[in-house]
């Protein structure tokens, strides 16, 4: 099963015209969507079955290193809330109690001031599980928190979600291009104990 998701090419620069000028000294290179045939380009998040951002993954040039930037939509428009700064090709890893391999990543406000500090665990396989643990947030302005993000039902699996009325709402809106052989499928992330989910936006197989 191929997954073709990508978001609309005007949307991509309507936001280079809303990124902060501290975001814009970083160098980014918004080509680097344009030119790969299998990655993920981002997300949108919803709550609640709401549209409530997207995050879009933006390689700085020059250096292995990508960013995302995160676009909260707020009365029909997005606006610029915040850049997650990636790890490197270098970055140092580190194990947990579990024997679990994770990498921090970095939230940045306009201003570059840093707002959280999360726990990327790294994964051996590329189809993920369902509830498995991918990302946990452990520090929000300055206080230890404890939230997990967690992978969702993979498309080809027995629990997969059909998204078809959330796509469709995505692409009258003119957020994303839709080409996937099965229309209302995606991998997916969820915020655990909530009503958020993530879908998944990019170019990928999902066969295991």
């Given at each position: 099963m191929k997954i073709d998701l990508s978001f609309n090419r005007n949307l991509i620069n309507i936001l280079i015209g809303k990124l902060p000028e501290k975001i814009l000294n970083l160098?980014?290179?918004?080509?680097?969507?344009?030119?790969?045939d299998s990655t993920t380009y981002g997300w949108v998040r919803f709550d609640d079955g709401l549209l409530n951002a997207i995050y879009?993954?933006?390689k700085?040039?020059?250096k292995p290193n990508y960013v995302i930037l995160k676009f909260n939509h707020i009365n029909d428009e997005f606006l610029f809330k915040n850049i997650y700064m990636q790890p490197g090709t270098n970055a140092d890893i580190f194990t947990d109690g579990?024997?679990?391999e994770y990498v921090y990543?970095?939230?940045y406000d306009s201003n570059m001031n840093l707002v959280s500090t999360y726990k990327q665990y790294l994964r051996e396989s590329k189809f993920p599980k369902t509830d498995e643990l991918h990302v946990k947030k452990v520090n929000e302005m300055g206080n230890q928190v404890d939230i997990d993000y967690v992978a969702g039902a993979w498309p080809t699996s027995k629990e997969a979600r059909d998204f078809t009325n959330l796509f469709k709402g995505l692409e009258e809106q003119k957020i994303i291009v839709n080409k996937s052989e099965f229309y209302g499928l995606c991998g997916y992330g969820m915020k655990k104990n909530s009503d958020?989910?993530?879908l998944e936006i990019g170019k990928y197989e999902s066969t295991e």
């Open positions: 160098d980014l290179d918004f080509e680097f969507q344009l030119t790969l879009i993954i933006v700085i040039k020059n579990d024997d679990n990543e970095y939230r958020v989910i993530y």
